[in-house]
């Protein structure tokens, strides 16, 4: 490991405002969501913008040039196009409903509001659908209805289905080893991991995902994909394939859930080898130009074109929206069964929760991680995609809604908002039903 | 001027295989088209390609790179979306002939047709539009119809319809000088030269655009662009806005054509002062918005954000379809006016003959340049976007008739080509009328 630079030292600070994973969530004090917006502060407004007004990619994760750079993620670096296909864009039915003043308890023996929850966690943008209308939807930031925003680990659920469809249509097959189809991981951690388990991060890996500290793998890993400048005399690996060759096993396999970005790193590279098409090429064919997507997505790409299949993705709010709202009825978009029942019933059911608690997910008790999704096991049965700075995608079967929202949040694991997000999202699926 | 570095000589040595402007023009020795097809050589294929087959951005313009590069752009650097805009995209009626055995003359006294001229001149696309119908249109290279292409200095021309827009709507003074907009460029060449010259490239400039010498200033140009990475130990300008400050006057303004990049640099970063808007996003909002475009296009940026806007551009051999017939047809798409009759009236008037045949534009003999078009001055009253490697917009008004070709030929400079390409277009001009 070199000695970490400036850049790397300002980014691991910013990142980790707090970076807790421990049951005691406390919240930070955290810089003004109004001081810190971007169109107030003119970032990156003028030709050319004034020297400190400029985001460039070694700055981005310094809040808060996400607040611009989570929307212009292209205008950063190299990126893939996953395109929307020919098709007309699905029509979005709408209902409006004002819901900033919807109010409910915040955990702590007050109230707050819709308005607040969004303000106070840094929204870029929000999409409420119920029954397939759209009841509410708002953009901040500068963000137009058309600029995809970043998804950070929400792009590990596009993998994860798109994985779960491949497994349905028995492309994959789930119990056999890693290696069998990428032999290049032969001497890797994965070696003797099978599909299923690094579906469900149950793999065994030396790998922090620690944003706290520099030295961790997931600053190496993020030097290799590009999305991070590496700082001067950086010797380790400089594409995707050939980080993830050189991770090592740590343990048993199958033992425990533990979250690492390379595990779907090492799927994604997995659903290219094994249909022979890019990551983008497939999630176009499979899912984009399906759902009636109104603009193409993108993806990351590291300096050899490998797509970025953990962290990579960046999509339209409303697009979004209609990816969920596809999921929400049983695969079915545009008169079409897209995705199979099955494979949203795979995801559903979940993973193993005795592993998932034996990682000290307190937070999330309850929980479980299955193919890429978290899944709450709760009554109404969501399922969710979580990225870091504040992305979810969260489904609510029985109150047949779907939420969408985006964020740059200066903390980059937002645990300490969790309680709150899920309270929010309980709040709207209350009140767009009426109780 | 830093000593080139391999990679700016294997460049330089690539794209001049033949860049000759003068009068005698002799087509060089060249690979051959079948062989370097990148689908054969399996450019980029597999996850992750082989080494030896890994297109990056410092290799791209060594042949046949470009062949899969040049409509993988995006995935090489930071772009910026050129939105599409809400509207359907208008469909595009078909009459189809199968017009690859056209024969004509190759004025060397003998035949060719016109798959042998697509063929030979490193064809990516073809697309010939009749009264507004699709009559031909190919794709080669593995380039799918969705995919936009580099168009290199078209760019211009873009630039130019533009910024005679704003001129005709009275936001432009053509009269004034550039330093009226522009006071950064109050020390540069552009202080006492007016928008009209730069427009038409009549400004005096120390600026030599030569692919043949890697200390033009081409080079730098493109190292400050970051579309070429910059050799070790380069201390010069790393953004547009600093390079185009720094270039000097050289003679007297207005004395001659000179086809100077640089020139168009200057428009671009002045439309974006008067308007406050981004390049890209003033080209959605007046075009690619209105003319029914099927998909996004892109510009590429620099490393502060500067839209790239004399050889940034990239579009679909389709949607470049739907912006000639709108010029074709007097501004003229989807039922609106989407730009003045004058501007095209304008643009077609031409520039000064005798200040470009000064210029020693023997090949072009006749031609003039206009606001960043070419305007031949032929019977059919003709007029063209014109990019390196072989990009090509011609309209035909009085044959109702807009070819688009998009190539990746071995040369950048495509001056040999010139003759036979205005053969090509004309048999087509007689074919699909009959003749």
């Known amino acids: 490991m070199h000695s970490p630079s400036k850049t790397i030292r300002a980014i691991a600070a ?9 049951a005691v969530i406390a919240q930070p004090a955290l810089p003004s969501p109004e001081a810190t917006d971007p169109l107030k502060l003119e970032l990156m407004q003028g030709f050319p913008p ?22 212009h993620l292209r205008e950063l670096g190299p990126t893939a196009q996953v395109w929307r296909g020919d098709e007309k864009t699905a029509a979005a039915r709408e209902n409006p409903q004002e819901m900033g003043a919807l109010a409910f308890d915040d955990g702590k023996g007050g109230k707050t509001t819709l308005a607040d929850w969004q303000r106070t966690t840094y929204t870029d943008g929000l999409l409420v659908l119920h029954k397939g209308a759209v009841v509410y939807q708002k953009h901040y930031s500068g963000m137009a209805a058309h600029q995809p925003h970043a998804l950070f680990s929400m792009s590990k659920s596009f993998t994860g289905l798109l994985a779960t469809m491949l497994i349905k249509e028995g492309q994959i097959d789930p119990g056999a080893l890693v290696s069998k189809y990428l032999p290049e991981l032969k001497e890797s951690a994965w070696a003797d991991a099978t599909v299923q388990q690094t579906l469900d991060m149950t793999t065994a890996v030396a790998f922090r995902e620690d944003f706290r500290d520099p030295a961790s793998g997931i600053f190496q890993y993020l030097f290799a994909a590009g999305m991070v400048p590496a700082p001067a005399g950086y010797g380790g690996p400089k594409t995707i394939p050939e980080f993830l060759a050189t991770v090592k096993k740590e343990g048993e396999h199958g033992a425990g859930f533990k979250y690492k970005t390379v595990d779907t790193e090492v799927m994604g590279w997995l659903l290219q080898r094994v249909t022979g098409k890019s990551y983008a090429a497939l999630l176009s064919e499979r899912i984009w130009s399906k759902i009636g997507a109104q603009d193409d997505a993108y993806v990351w790409v590291d300096p050899i074109g490998s797509q970025i299949t953990s962290v990579g993705l960046s999509a339209t709010l409303r697009d979004l929206g209609r990816l969920g709202e596809t999921i929400r009825t049983q695969g079915r978009a545009n008169g079409r069964q897209v995705i199979a029942p099955a494979v949203i019933a795979e995801i559903r059911k979940g993973g193993d929760a005795d592993k998932f608690k034996a990682n000290g997910q307190a937070m999330r008790a309850g929980y479980s991680y299955h193919n890429q999704w978290w899944i709450p096991h709760d009554r109404d049965g969501t399922f969710e995609m979580k990225g870091l700075f504040g992305q979810h995608m969260h489904i609510n079967p029985a109150a047949e809604l779907v939420v969408i929202k985006l964020s740059t949040h200066p903390a980059g694991d937002t645990s300490f908002t969790h309680d709150i997000d899920r309270r929010a999202f309980a709040a709207i699926a209350a009140a767009v039903n009426g109780h």
């Open 14 to 22: 910013a990142v980790a405002l707090i970076a807790s994973t421990s």
């Open 50 to 71: 004034p020297p400190d007004k400029v985001v460039r990619l070694g700055s981005l994760l310094r809040f808060p040039n996400g607040r611009w750079g989570f929307h």
